[in-house]
């Protein structure tokens, strides 16, 4: 009997480079991992993800690969196979990565934006599957993600759709790693509620917050408000109310049947959701209203399996 | 010699009932209009819509025409074929305009939102002609438009994309007609601008708007600013980073080839463009800098040819 479509995800993080092999209904067979090597960059990486893709296919027959999905950080050109520039990792300009991986690995390599990879595992295997049309949201240390729309990836001009995160919530906001003012990103993702949050703790002596000093973090200010926290439980409020306004506009501009949260805070889901649907209902068109704030589903996995989706 | 397809387009406007006849080269063959029977509601605009359709294809070989294409202001179920509820036309509430009209007019008929309708207008005919992706806002009393993403029109869930004006730009800002606060179209609309210029003008006793007191309106400031008033030149300027605002996140959210401007403003396009472009330099990703911000071609004609265009 013929083995079940096989295919390999990499993605390629500032943090970390990882690895994995998935099934065609979608599961993790296997995975692997490590630091991503910023000092060597691009020969010394492609190095890693060769090394990564042996330890995920260790004893897979060669036969029942498809192929070799790759997710990385923007900007890169999809079409072409090439990663233009990555902020986080200073040296990976102009890398023509789908080339340099077909001629060691000798497979079909796809490349694809990482907010768009994770879009698609939660698509085809998560939280959206079934769904025509749906936006996929991560909140890390940026904010980015990917829409479905029409039941097909949105891609516009040069595959650029969508960022998310450069959407400007407030013209006049704080300061984005783009230079920009006031992007959904620099008012709303993990680094924006820790900046908040340290401010804050610093006016509110008799917060838990403010035992921690300078090393607040957004899952400081989650787990101080599980433990009832008021000023924790504030901050959880506005940060739910300021990612609540970037969803109202998602449903506005694509009218998906679902919105779908992943990246770090999803960790805070289940204290962010309730904030979150408040503004829906105060700022929301009423056809609007009724569409649902999901977690993601495949936590960690979802870039990695949506990356090997491309051949599955 | 069989004579071309021709199809109708009928615009359903709180103020105009307009029709016309329209040619598969887009051009315009007749056009017909009446004030809005706002009293007699629904009834009393199909007869309407009905006279204005025998105006326009008086002499017209009836199998030549192929149907009759319907844009209304939105929400409107264009599947289903029935105006939901227009807020400028109060009992314009579940009405299944399309059976209504096929009744009397024995024709397919098709329904469509305006800012769709005109997006598709410009889209087959006018500015957005040959382009896989591109945006069409119209400001005028509000701001609206339609998407064109990989090759199709956008749709979303119930095909309630894409609500531009309802995208929130300042959520503190101006209360807009949906109850929410600092919409794009609360802010950057024709009377969000004369709203502005009124109360500048009170405080600015030397401009020649201030002479005009109480009854200035946005065309009067496009005017004042191209004779030179400084306030007038200063309320343009402020105008166009409004709108600037907005555009940059259409091309983060869309990656369109080019964002298309009709509705009023767009007398006022030349005025305005260059500060509109002046966000996009200082706000946008590097990637859509390049994209060029247009002028309609259709003109008030947009909605109708898209409309028509439905069958053409």
């Not at 079909?108 to 079934?130: H, K, M, Q, T, Y």
């Not at 991560?138 to 949105?154: F, K, M, N, P, R």
């Not at 993990?190 to 610093?202: E, I, N, Q, Y």
Request: charged share 20%; glycine share 14%; hydrophobic share 45%.
């Amino acid at each position: 009997m013929k083995e079940s479509a096989l295919a390999v995800g990499i993605d390629l993080g500032g943090t970390q480079v990882r690895a994995a092999l998935v099934g065609s209904d979608g599961a993790v067979r296997a995975r692997a991992a490590t630091r991503t090597d910023v000092v060597g960059g691009p020969v010394a990486v492609i190095l890693q993800m060769q090394d990564l893709f042996s330890q995920v296919t260790d004893g897979v027959e060669p036969a029942s690969l498809a192929g070799v999905g790759v997710s990385a950080p923007g900007p890169l050109d999809g079409e072409a196979g090439v990663i233009l520039g990555i902020p986080t990792l200073p040296r990976w300009v102009d890398i023509p990565i789908v080339a340099q991986l077909h001629e060691v690995l000798r497979l079909p390599i796809s490349l694809e934006n990482d907010g768009v990879a994770a879009a698609l595992g939660e698509w085809r295997f998560g939280a959206g599957r079934g769904l025509r049309n749906f936006v996929y949201v991560t909140v890390s240390t940026g904010i980015g993600g990917g829409v479905i729309a029409d039941g097909c990836v949105l891609r516009g001009r040069r595959r650029l759709a969508a960022y998310l995160g450069h959407m400007i919530t407030a013209p006049e906001g704080e300061v984005c790693s783009c230079g920009n003012r006031g992007c959904w990103e620099a008012q709303a993702s993990g680094p924006a509620l820790g900046d908040l949050a340290r401010r804050r703790a610093a006016q509110v002596p008799g917060s838990s917050l403010a035992k921690l000093g300078d090393a607040v973090e957004a899952r400081d200010v989650i787990v101080a408000a599980r433990e009832g926290d008021t000023l924790a439980l504030e901050l959880v409020a506005r940060e739910a109310e300021l990612l609540g306004i970037g969803v109202v506009n998602l449903l506005h501009l694509y009218s998906p049947e679902a919105v779908v949260f992943g990246g770090g805070v999803s960790n805070g889901f289940d204290m962010l959701k309730s904030g979150v649907e408040r503004q829906i209902q105060e700022r929301a068109l009423p056809p609007f209203r009724a569409v649902p704030i999901l977690a993601a589903q495949l936590g960690p996995n979802s870039g990695l399996v949506g990356a090997a989706s491309l051949f599955l």
